[in-house]
Each structure stands twice: as structure tokens, then as C-alpha cells.
């Protein structure tokens, strides 16, 4: 943990994509942090309006300078394409910032892994936490460039993780998480896959057992593999992991509920419903991650509801919840 | 099959909720079938229009009268609570009249399933058959009585199907179904469920290893267990059915394409996509249940993703293909 | 302007509509005013879920008892059918209270026009203000009971003050208000109106001519004629006004910039964009209401653009707004 | 009328559009048109699927070749933009075909304001009809070239020339109409305007005052100027004109039912409604335009709704309309 002079000089790479507008709107109501510098591509500061911002922020977005940017900033956001990220992030490192990127540049640890899923990316630097606020906590209050999780497996890890650590997951069982994400997931890029008619009245699901945040979610699981399969919903924001998994024979009712409950007792944005299934529409526009689940006991079947909003508990959100805990700040500051 | 006077006369009791009037608007442009009368309930009759349909089919929906209903009908579509089927069906078959149902009243063949999941339903009639078309059509064509498959097992089954009868799928495999469905599936009474605001904008999962499609799907599969879970998405119409499965060790790629080619090679209505994974839109206001898959060849996993318009070929059309069966008709007669 | 002591407790009656959670959600951030009663329907109370609300606020929502409610609260937000509303408000002033209502029980000063366009409340108590916050604080401040405006004349009247004020209307222009707004709009009562299948994929007016917002508009407009056609769109909350009208001969587009700055210089929650025409999107989820217009000089006609969130600046927002004036405190606290 | 060997051979240019796939479903059920070419341009012949169509026409987009395309068509479609239209147009009637143009392209019979909105394209060949069905029957039979309105101005004329034809309008009355399209009337070209995010949850109005669709409405209204302001709404397809207008004093309601029923007593695909107003969802797939309407006989203002599906009855439905009258077929076939 740093002690800091107050306020923090807050630096944003990226402010035009979902999630560096999101990180905008939050920072505008943090008490310790201030926004001092925000970049965007050339094209982004002269053609796109932020017309939502207008009087919750009203600087400007100027193009990217890495030395202007380290000058302005303590710390730095990251909201760029993985291959910026790693370019930019070891440079505001050695010019003495601390960073948080939320790209996938730095999330795999594993060269091999990295080199294959990120191969636009290179070495590690020194100081990297993995930002899954809830269970890396002390790791993050002393990292030097934190590495946020991707969407979804900020989901998926928040159900299985409790499963895990209690050991109520049946030895053989590989989970299999089938998720839901709206299309804000997909990038602010106009593409045939982001546009209107083709989500409209749809779901489309993608990218099974080849998308990049598998990877993720297996090292976070200590390498037990897991079938992702994610599908687009027709939401602009929100996401849901559904997680099928088999427990332990044996195990009861409590002792699911004891699980989630013990590893919530003290997480201020994790709010387990217990059999109750959470919906999506509980949690946009918030950084909770809602849990609940339906068992049946006799088999031993568990399947766990976990949703978030994918921009904000799956992206800028908890990046600031990081940040807090990276200046000792209460993790809730600016957030509730 | 049965060789009956054309056009062969039609009536169909439950005429103004979603699949009555989709029944409606495909009987209108059949050239075989002519509809002589519809009956809904008495506020229905009064207070609801359905402008949708002028010009389509301008009768009138007049009270149900089950004696009345007899006399002008050959073959009779119940859309109705499986209660009211339960009530009406055997009686229409009294009268000498044939049946297609689309509750679920007479899908279980179990007594003891069928007391526990539909216990406002009584005994099975003689002359039964269970309507998944592409499997059963031999019996379809000689039923009296047609029960016409929910719209979650029709989809699941044909992604299922074709793998159990190849013996591809490994033994101790239960399939996993994470299916999501709009909201006319839902059906057409104002609740708090079908609200537009609870629904815009959020996925919610329901009835966890508690459907009642889920004995319907074990039946089918031969009495394998299945882990259900359904979700109501954003959408007014369309389903789809994630399937996830393990196949026997060392099944090859050629082999899962060869199943589902060869189950649907004379399937008029199921076009198999292989590794192009199907969308909703790609379904809706047809008849067609759109299959494909992505295949991990290492470890056996596979995703079956299957899509269909809940209130076509998960209701009222694939009850018209069936009753094209049992009149001799070609069974793409007014559907393509 | 009252002083008062500090924090200010606040009652809250239809805690579990729409407007009623937008109401808790926005006092729970609010530093001076603190919420110590809720009350709901007995209905509400037992079945009504407030999942979203779980950590913003933990209170219990009580069965409505009046002196309970008054002995609990020095302001109470009453956010009730109109005949509730006329009920209670008038109790809760007689009990020492002051009161924001968000029904339409008090909006009308002519009892003709009260009595025909809401026949279930009855004479209007002493120290009405009505609450259009940009162009009412001297009254708002003062009031015993502020009569919170309706959402579509908060959009269509923020968008017509300037022009009638600045003398800009042509003398003989009726005003047409044509709006759009989200289902929100139109209660949580599940009914056949707001099913997600009959609004999905659809637009439908209503109420043209007959919509008890009209008399609303008129009056604030000083008795000029509009013609006002709402219409309900496919999204759970906003609401767009498009006013269309005619200048005096001879304006220039100048003119018309100058009357929209003149008005709303000092209105934290009015953002003028000029002639780029504002979006629902860009004010969802806050209190703002951005205007903008597109003039036509050689002919005088004027299309001005207003959007609201209709539960925010056209219900629960515009009422903290206005409490806050009523107590003194600057009208952004716990909106910004 | 042209007496034609049938099947009638046709050809489609812009196969791929919206428009192109609506034509191409539309065809394969017509029986005496018969799609004998589709073409596309290169990158749509290669990179896009058609999945939905599959079965349902199995042929091949091929790259544009004017003179191959002339060879293997009688009549040919052209859903272009406007400037190839302009190009391709007459170079297909002097190889012989009759021509469907779905564009701008030949809709303005003004060299100057032609000149002014379709600066793209040049002079007006012979044989130009405009095919408002309704009101152009005679013209359209015997059409060389067919110039298809525009989505908008088909349900504004819709609802305004039955008022116009009769002497309802008021002298001074110059019609409001403020129209709400779904996004697909954007085109299929991926761009911030057609993002998903951009319209989920929102409305947008755009064009007021500037768009090509007014001075086309203006010509077919005889001179008479109208305000008109389109809006993007969360729907996939469908468009509401709702139209503000004025009678002459002292007209009836009666007045007002007798002209829209005169006007279309004759017309299979537009359905008088009365009163009761009518909403998207009654008309989407379909090539019906529902209209209804609101009167307030004490000040003879009238308010028009009229509603289409923009990609049928605004498009290709109203284009195949045309077609069935070029060569002698009841105009609906295929249609209904």
C-alpha cells in the first residue's frame, strides 16, 4: 500500500471506448481520485461527441502522448487493445506510474499461454496482480500494474472460486459455464456483428472452447478446465455466467450456502441470494455481482447463477474498486 | 394414415393466445386445410382483438362448446391449459374427431411422472403419439390423439437425437441444456414475469432441475438424465437450446457431422449448419430448427447449438407438420 | 424556505413502484435527507421483491399508516395513485408535514378542469407549488405541497417555456407535441399493455387528445392550445419530446439559441446542445434534460428535441430537486 | 400492361441488402416469378452468409455484370444505392428489361430539386412511374421503369392523399409528420449509427427539415409543404408515420371515415382501422399498412396514424406489388 498525496492525479488511456467512458462517469464522483488527463486516438478527439459527459466531465479528450500522459498522472487506466497496452504499460511503469489496464495484455501469466491467446504482447513486467478484487486482495494493495480481470470470468471465477476453496467441487468435474453477455462486450467497433439488426430479436453464441478468457478462468481455477461456451443477448449491458457443476456426493444444501457465505462475509459488492436467482436487471449500471443457485441434493448437480454489469464489476468498476485498495482508500469509495 | 374428404376441416379451441394465433395465420395459407371454427374464452371473445390477423382470417373466436366444436371439425388443435386439454381432448375423440394438442397433457407416458409433473391430468387415451416429427412420423401418421412435443424438448432433442442413435454420445454423460427462450414462451397473460421493464434489458434463469419439459426430454432419451436450465432473454419470439455433452473417447470430427447429417438427410425442416454456429434470427417466423456445433476433438467435448422459433416449430408449426402427417399430406404443406 | 434540523427525515409512501425505487435509490446517496419510513401495498410488502436494492437499502417497506408515517417524517414523498394521494396528502399537511407528490392529484389549479380530468381527488389544499424546478423555485421553495409535474410536460414544457417567455411563438402556432416513452412510463401493473410481447417490436400511440397531461401543458402554457400524441417505444425508461412549432416571421436562428441559453444559464440540469439533436441514451440513469432543435429560417418552423428519463427528471429526480430546494440545500445535492 | 411468356424471368441487383434478402424471400413463394439472377458486390458474394434463406432459395450471389443480367432477365430489381441505380438503371431498358428501382434514384421528376437531393444521378429516362400502388395503378401497368417510394413517404401518402383527394385538408394546413423507423431503414452498412449500443434503450431523430424523403412527399402532395422529422427507434423493422394535421372547419367525423374508405375500398393491403390506432407489431412481415386516426371534431384537428413494415409495403413488398401489376397479375400474389 502507498500512502499518497491527495488528491491522486488520475490518468485514462482510451476514454472513448464503453469502458473508458464508464471510468469517466465514476471517477467524476470520487472523492480522492481526479481525472487529470484522458487520451483517445486522433480520429475519437475530433469526431466523436461524449454528449452523455457533458457536466460530469467536461475536459478533453487530447491524443495519446506517454510522457505527457506519465507527467499528469500517478496512476493510469489502460482501456486500450491488448497490443497498446503492452506497449504503454512498461513505459508509465519506468516513468514511475502506477497502472491499471484493463486488456488482457498481462492477465496469463504463463509465457506459452500469453504467447498463444495474446500474441501481440510480450514479457511480463515485475508487479503484476491479478485483479479479481475479492479473492487477491492483498496482492493488488501492492501492485504496481494491475492487470484487471475480463468480463467474464470476473463472473464465472465468483461462482466457482467459493466451490473451490471449500473443496465441494467433485474431483472430476470439469464446470461448465455458459454465459450471456450484452453487446456493449463486443466493442464499441461498428462491425456486421455489432450492428442493430443483427442482435435485435436474437442470441448468437461464440467463440466456444477458443475464446481467451478460458485460458483466463483455468489458471484462476489452478488449471482445472472448464467448457466456456458465451452467446450475445440483445442488451446493451449485463452480463450472466451460468455455471453447471457437480459436487462432492454427499454434500448438503448448508453447505453450499455456507460456502458462498463465507466467502462473502466481508465483500461489499458481492451479494449472495441464495436459491433466489439473481437477474441481470438487479445489477446494471452497479459494481455488485449477484450469486445465487439451485442444488439438487440427491445428484449433486449445482447450477450458479453469478451476473454482473459487464462495464462496470466486469470492467471499469472493479478497476476502481482496485485502484482504491492500490491507495488504501475503502474499497467502495465512489462506487455505492 | 387416413384418407379423408378435402379440405379437411379444422378447429381450434384456444385461438387468441400466441399459438393459437400463429396456428391461425399458417392454417390461413393452407391449401388442404380450411378453418371452420375457433373458439377462445368468453372475455377473450369480447375483449381482445387480434387486428394482426384482418384480412389474414376474418372469422369470428366464439365461446367454446365442445359438442359445437365436434360437429364442424375433422381434426381439432387444443391450445389450451393442459387442464382444459385433459377435459376436452378425449372428448373430442369420443366424438369421433382427431386431436392435436399442444399442451402437455398427454406427454408423459409414465402414470406416475405424469401425476407428479401435469396432476391436473388424468389417464392416457388409446391412440397417443408423441409428435417430435423427425422421429416419430410413423406414428404420427396413424395417431388419434397427437402430443405435440414443448418447445424446449424440440429443440434439445433434435440436437440430442441424432447422437444418442449413433451411439456417439460417452456413457456416463448427462447432457447439459442451457436453454433460453423469449417471452412469448412465457405465454400471453399480463404477470409480474412478463412485464416489459422486468425483462428489457435482463436474462433471467428459472426453474433449475424443476421444468416440466425436463421428464418430457428423459423420456425421450431413453430415461438419461439431463440437467435442465431454461432463461427468459429480451426477445419476443425464437429459442434456443445450448447442449453440452461429452462424446466417446476418440470420436472424430467426421463422425459428429456424419450423425447429424445422416438423422436430417430427408428432414426438410432441419437444416444442419455444422460448425457454423446457428442464431435465433436466422429461425424466427419459420418453421426450421437451425443445428450446429463446435467440437473439442482432444477431449471429446462438444456444443450442440440448436435454434427454433418457440411458437413454430416449438408450437403450432411443427403441429401442422404433424397433422400433414396424419392427413397423407406432404409435411412441408403450407410451411415453407 | 424552511431551516430545518438536520438530517431532514424523510417518509416514503408506493415505496415499491417505479418511481418509489428510483426514490430510494437516489435518497440513499443523499448526505442531509435520510429515509425513515417506506410504506407499500400489503400485497407489496409480502410478495415485492426489491432485489436491486439490496445494500443501497436495507429497510423494511411497512404497511401504509398515515400518522405513523407522519409522526415518522418531517417531508414525506408521496408516489401513490392520484386518489391515494388526495387522501393522504392533505393528512400529512394537517399533521405538520410537508409534501412532494408525484400523482397528478394536484397539478390542475381550475377545479373544472381538476374535476373532469381527475374526478377522485378533490379542492386543492392551501400552499400548492407546482414543481417545474427551472421555472418554479421561489414558489417551490415556499411550498407546504409541491405538486411534482408530470413526465411528459417536464419534457414538452422545458422545451416550449423558453420560446413562449423570449415571445419567439408565432401568435397563432398550436403547438404539436409528439412524444415517445418507455414502459416505464406506464406502471408496473402487469397488464396487456406493458406484456414485453406487445410492445416488443412495436410502437403504439394513444391518448391523442384525451391524455390528462394535456390540461397540464395548457395551463403552464398560459392557456395555449397543443396537440399532444404520446407513443410508447420499445425501451424500459426514457422519454423523448418532439415539439413542433412556428417563430414569429422574421426570427433568426440566433434568436432562438439565445432563448434556450437565456433560460437555462444558471440550470444545473438542463444541457442546451444547440442544433445537434439530443438522445434518450445520453440521459438515462440521471436528472438531466438535454434540448436541442433543428430551425428552419426561411419558414419559421422550429423542431425542438427534449429528452428526460421519465423516472429521474420526470418523477423521482425532479422531486429530490425540488425537496432540496425546499430545504434549502443547492437542487444537485445527491442528483450529480 | 405487357402480356409475358411465364414464368416471368427476373433478376435482383443488391441481393445482400435488407431489401435483397426481403425480395428474395418474397420470390421464392411467387408463382410466376421465377429469380433467374442475384447479384452482389464482391466482398458480399464472398463474405457474407445468407443463412436465413437457406432452403428457402439455394442459389448463388453472383458479382454484377449488367449485360449477363439483362441476358437472364425480364424484369429486374434493382436494390442499389442510388447512384448505381442511376448507372444500371437505363443501361437494363435499353437491353429490354423492365426495371423495379428501389432506390432515389428516378423518384423526383424535377431536373433541379433531382439535381439538389440525388446529385448522384442524371437525367430521367422515358417510362418513369412512381409506385405509390394505390394511386398509381394505371401508371405502374405500363411502367418501363419502376421508381418504388420510399419507406417514409409510403405511410405518410398513405394516410395524407385520402384527405387530399376529398378537400379535407384545411387550406393552410401544412401536415406534421413525425415518423419512428426501426433500424434496419439505416441500411445494413455497419456504422455508429447502426451500432446496437447506440440505439438500445434510445430514440434518435435525425434529418429534420434536410431529408431526401420530403421533397418526394411534396411532389405526390402537389406543391404543399410539410414538416417532416424521422426517428430512429430499438426495433428491427416496422415504421409509424403519425401525421398532425388540420381539416377544414365544420368537418364530420363521418367526414373523415368516408374518405379513407373510399380511398381504399378496392385496396387489398392497406387496412382501415377507424379509430382504434394501429401499432408496428399488427403490419411487421407483412405488406399490409394498417391506418387509424384521432379526431377532435370541435377544433377539426386529426391526427393520422399510419403503420408499415419498412422492409415490405416500404419496400420490397410494395416493389413486388408493382411487378404483379407491370405484368398482369393480381397484385397480390405472393404477397399475402
Redesign the interface.
Known amino acids: 500500500m502507498t500512502t499518497a498525496a491527495l488528491p491522486v492525479r488520475v490518468g485514462l488511456a482510451g476514454a472513448t471506448g ?1 469502458a473508458g467512458q464508464e471510468l469517466i462517469r465514476l471517477l467524476a ?1 470520487h472523492p480522492q481520485f481526479v481525472l487529470a488527463q484522458a487520451t483517445g486516438s486522433p480520429a475519437a478527439t475530433t469526431t ?2 461524449l ?2 459527459l ?3 466531465w467536461d475536459g478533453d479528450v487530447v491524443p495519446l502522448d506517454v510522457a505527457a500522459l506519465a507527467a499528469a498522472s500517478d496512476v493510469v487506466f489502460l482501456a486500450l487493445p491488448e497490443a497498446a497496452s503492452a506497449s504503454v504499460g512498461p513505459a508509465l511503469l519506468d516513468a514511475g506510474c502506477r497502472v491499471v489496464d484493463l486488456s488482457g495484455a498481462f492477465r496469463l501469466r504463463d509465457e506459452e499461454a500469453r504467447a498463444r491467446w495474446y500474441p501481440a504482447t510480450g514479457a511480463l513486467p515485475e508487479g503484476v496482480a491479478y485483479g479479481l478484487t475479492e479473492f487477491e486482495a492483498d496482492a493488488i494493495r501492492q501492485a504496481r500494474l494491475l492487470s484487471n480481470p475480463g468480463c467474464y470470468p470476473t463472473a464465472a471465477l465468483l461462482a466457482l472460486l467459493p466451490l473451490m476453496q471449500s473443496g465441494l467441487l467433485a474431483d472430476q468435474c ?1 464446470p ?1 459455464i ?1 454465459a ?1 453477455s ?3 462486450g463486443a466493442g ?1 467497433a ?3 456483428r ?13 467463440g ?3 475464446h481467451r478468457h478460458t485460458p483466463e478462468m483455468v489458471q484462476a481455477l489452478g488449471g482445472r ?1 472448464v ?1 466456456f ?1 458465451p ?1 450475445l ?6 452480463l ?1 455466467a ?1 455455471v ?1 457443476v457437480r459436487l462432492t456426493p454427499g454434500t448438503a444444501a448448508a453447505a453450499v450456502a455456507e460456502a458462498f457465505a463465507g466467502a462473502y462475509a466481508s465483500a ?1 459488492f458481492v ?1 449472495v ?1 441464495g436459491t ?11 459494481n ?1 455481482c ?1 450469486i445465487g443457485w ?1 442444488f ?1 441434493a440427491d ?1 449433486g ?1 449445482l ?1 450458479v ?1 453469478s ?1 454482473i454489469d459487464n462495464l462496470v464489476k466486469g470492467a471499469a468498476g472493479q478497476a476502481l474498486q482496485n485502484a482504491n485498495l492500490m491507495y488504501g482508500f475503502d474499497e467502495r469509495t465512489g462506487l ?1
Open positions: 464503453y464522483r466523436r461527441r454528449p452523455a457533458a457536466r460530469v470439469e461448465v455458459d450471456k450484452g453487446i456493449s464499441k461498428p462491425t456486421d455489432t450492428h442493430f439488426c443483427e442482435n435485435h430479436g436474437s442470441v448468437a453464441a461464440y466456444a472452447f477458443h478446465r467448457t461456451v452467446h443477448v440483445p442488451l446493451d449491458r449485463g450472466m451460468s453447471h461489499p451479494r441470494t433466489t436467482l439473481p437477474e441481470i436487471r438487479d445489477v446494471v449500471h452497479t455488485f449477484d439451485a439438487d445428484t448437480r447450477c447463477i451476473v455505492l
